[in-house]
């Protein structure tokens, strides 16, 4: 593999995430590259009514508190990294998570991608799908899967 310049780690702000962005901070600090967090918000999804139906204004809400949450959470990893003497920027980004992480990578001509893994296997894993499974088969570069702890 040739120098990385480049990592992307995407982050869901889990338990399985932080093992990854230790890790990714840990390879930009070795490589002197620059780290670039991505978040991907997934649409706001009206689950509390009964009907389905979500007044226009309270989705707007809690799509905006969403936001804010997510971008405080950002700005708390890229400090971190910051203070371990590493070069990052961050995105929050909106759509369908391992699509928009892969956009990223290529978009930004990531030399690796670093994503945690939940560990989950057999019907939990179907059920739920595994968003690093579906990022590391269409990824155009590398993927270094950390499972959490």
């Not at 593999?1 to 930009?28: W, Y």
């Not at 978040?39 to 799509?63: F, I, K, Q, S, W």
């Not at 990294?81 to 590493?86: L, Q």
């Not at 929050?92 to 893994?117: C, F, M, N, P, Y």
Request: charged share 25%.
């Amino acid at each position: 593999m040739s120098r990385i310049r480049t990592i992307v780690h995407p982050t869901d702000f889990s338990r399985a995430s932080t093992a990854a962005f230790k890790r990714a901070v840990e390879m930009a600090k070795d490589n002197r590259a620059q780290l670039l967090l991505v978040h991907v918000l997934a649409p706001v999804v009206a689950t509390m009514m009964p009907d389905g139906y979500v007044p226009p204004n309270l989705y707007e809400e809690m799509e905006a508190a969403a936001r804010a949450d997510a971008q405080k959470h950002l700005r708390k990893l890229e400090d971190q990294a910051k203070r371990s003497g590493v070069r990052v920027k961050s995105f929050l980004l909106d759509g369908v998570a391992h699509e928009r992480i892969v956009q990223a990578a290529r978009s930004r001509k990531a030399d690796v991608v670093v994503i945690g893994t939940h560990g989950r296997t057999g019907f939990a894993r179907f059920f739920l799908g595994s968003v690093a499974s579906r990022v590391l088969a269409i990824a155009p570069c590398p993927v270094l899967t950390v499972r959490g702890k």
